[in-house]
């Protein structure tokens, strides 16, 4: 199994803070690599896929970049709405595809 | 616009076979990959399987041994069964859509989980 790694586990930040999560892949995955959002109670949302392709409307300030096996997700300018738990996921090996543990932004 | 959900028992004893649907709306089953995927408390997502129109599927090889998914396109829905189930089963499960094609496999639509306890 590709085993993926979330740094941090949890990030305290501000509204309007720019913030990075770190997932690093055991082997290289290329590109293979999508992002999801996902708040309390609810399933996750894809915000990237193929490391940096944004999915229909999500917002601009999202933006994602790597390849091999360390790839970053960076909100610029964060807003009330991006507090919540972010999961990377990669795609290059089918079997099985995997997710990290996740990264919780909460309000500083 | 697609949606996705997910119903059965929320609570299954040891030992049985947790059911689960997905009904899909807003998309032909068709054309697509249907998965299955759990969020056990305080832990990460894990990939169960997937199904195809045609009953092609396959399986995360953790889980195996023990999962079956199949379709009925007549209701325009998959289904999941594990089979043995133990503590360790007790998860959110999603049903989910297949993003993207090729070499592709990221999740695009999303149910919004069933919450089942594996308790006796």
């Known amino acids: 199994d590709i085993q993926m790694t979330q740094s941090p586990s949890t990030l305290s930040a501000s509204v309007g803070d720019r913030v990075t999560i770190t997932c690093r892949a055991s082997?290289?995955?290329?590109?293979?690599l999508a992002w999801y959002q996902q708040k309390p109670g609810k399933p996750p949302k894809l915000l990237i896929y193929r490391t940096s392709s944004l999915q229909s409307g999500v917002p601009s300030r999202f933006s994602g970049s790597g390849s091999g096996t360390e790839f970053t997700l960076t909100i610029s300018n964060l807003q009330p709405d991006d507090f919540a738990t972010y999961h990377c996921q990669q795609y290059a090996s089918f079997y099985p595809l995997t997710f990290g543990g996740g990264t919780k932004v909460e309000i500083k | 616009q697609v949606q996705l959900q997910e119903s059965g028992p929320g609570l299954v004893k040891p030992s049985e076979t947790l059911s689960l649907t997905c009904t899909v709306s807003g998309a032909s089953i068709s054309g697509y990959y249907w998965n299955w995927i759990r969020q056990s408390p305080g832990k990460r997502l894990e990939w169960i399987g997937y199904?195809?129109?045609?009953?092609?599927?396959d399986y995360n090889p953790s889980l195996k041994s023990r999962v079956t998914i199949s379709v009925d396109m007549s209701k325009n829905q998959f289904s999941l069964k594990l089979s043995a189930v133990t503590a360790a089963d007790t998860a959110v499960y999603y049903c989910?859509?297949?993003?993207?094609?090729?070499?592709?496999?990221?999740?695009?639509?999303w149910g919004q989980g069933s919450l089942v306890t594996v308790s006796a």
């Open positions: 199904i195809r129109y045609n009953g092609t599927a």
């Open positions: 082997h290289s995955i290329l590109t293979y």
């Open positions: 989910a859509r297949r993003g993207g094609t090729g070499g592709a496999y990221y999740f695009d639509y």
